[in-house]
């Protein structure tokens, strides 16, 4: 069966740190992978993915996220953290079939001024 | 472009009352989708669709029906609502075959069932 986890509900980093939020995926066949950020009352972004190739992807504002097959993760990453990142964010994987993608439940993350 | 739509914003429904939302996308997206939204469980699945014609059920189907009659709409039919049914419901749509598959989300449906 195909499913995302995101061990972390929340997570807290000071401005300027960098942050991490973590994913774990298990999918049957070779992963396509996502991140999606939501801000409150807004629908959900696309970030970045990872389909093939480099296992370090960059997306938008400044993030990126690293592949790892052994580990079976896709945690998602970036340098120096802004206040406006403070969202949801969600990894979602795409289905063998490809007609289907499954979200993890979510990771909020808050950046302190 | 307006990207994809969703009508209502908010509804309130009373046990047993029936209510059609729609999705609408000018993107010419093959792929659309309906999800609900809930604390702590993430999104899940209700019902999607391959294209014009076609409808598909997800993780979550039950207690809900969808039709897709134009390639651009997708709607969201719920026949008998149920508390349980309160949820955020988002649609999204996307291209299949261009390497793609990143979904295009639209600012959801906030529904009461009381």
Known sequence: ?113 | NAGVTQTPKFRVLKTGQSMTLLCAQDMNHEYMYWYRQDPGMGLRLIHYSVGEGTTAKGEVPDGYNVSRLKKQNFLLGLESAAPSQTSVYFCASSYWDRGSYEQYFGPGTRLTVT
Do not use: M
Request: proline share 6%; aromatic share 16%; hydrophobic share 35%.
């Open chain 1, 1 to 113: 069966a195909q499913s995302v986890a995101q061990p972390e509900d929340q997570v807290n980093v000071a401005e300027g740190n960098p942050l991490t939020v973590k994913c774990t995926y298990s999918v049957s066949g070779n992963p396509y992978l996502f991140w999606y950020v939501q801000y409150p009352n807004r629908g959900l972004q696309f970030l970045l993915k990872y389909i093939t190739g480099d296992n370090l992807v960059k997306g938008s504002y400044g993030f990126e996220a690293e592949f790892n097959k052994s580990q079976t993760s896709f945690h998602l990453k970036k340098p120096s953290a802004l206040v406006s990142d403070s969202a949801l964010y969600f990894c979602a994987v795409r289905g063998p079939t490809g007609n289907q993608f499954y979200f993890g439940t979510g990771t909020s993350l808050t950046v302190i001024p």
